[in-house]
């Protein structure tokens, strides 16, 4: 385990957060390449895409068997649809 101590705590977030973005948006190709590389992240960027593919499944499922979720959650996409989340 790393012995760093960042002493400004709101950059590690920042760090990931930013890390997330350019994976999702399929950016930065060079520096995912290196970093799929390594054997912790690549596992981490498993996980979040088996996390993600599970909670979409269930979030379809609960579309299709209970109406008033499905109207909240097209209000909820249609509400949130311009900030590009």
């Known amino acids: 385990m790393s ?6 705590k709101s950059i590690i977030p920042e760090f990931v957060g930013g890390l997330m973005k350019a994976y999702a948006r399929r950016g930065a190709s060079k520096t995912l390449d290196m970093l799929k590389k390594d054997p ?3 596992q981490s960027l498993q ?3 088996k996390l993600d593919k599970a909670i979409q499944q269930k979030i379809e499922k609960k579309i299709k068997t ?3 979720f499905a109207k909240n959650y097209k209000d909820a996409e249609d ?6 989340i």
């Open 66 to 68: 209970d109406p008033k």
């Open 79 to 84: 509400r949130y649809k311009d900030f590009n």
């Open 40 to 42: 912790v992240i690549k």
């Open 3 to 8: 012995k760093f101590k960042a002493k400004d």
């Open 47 to 49: 996980s979040i895409e």
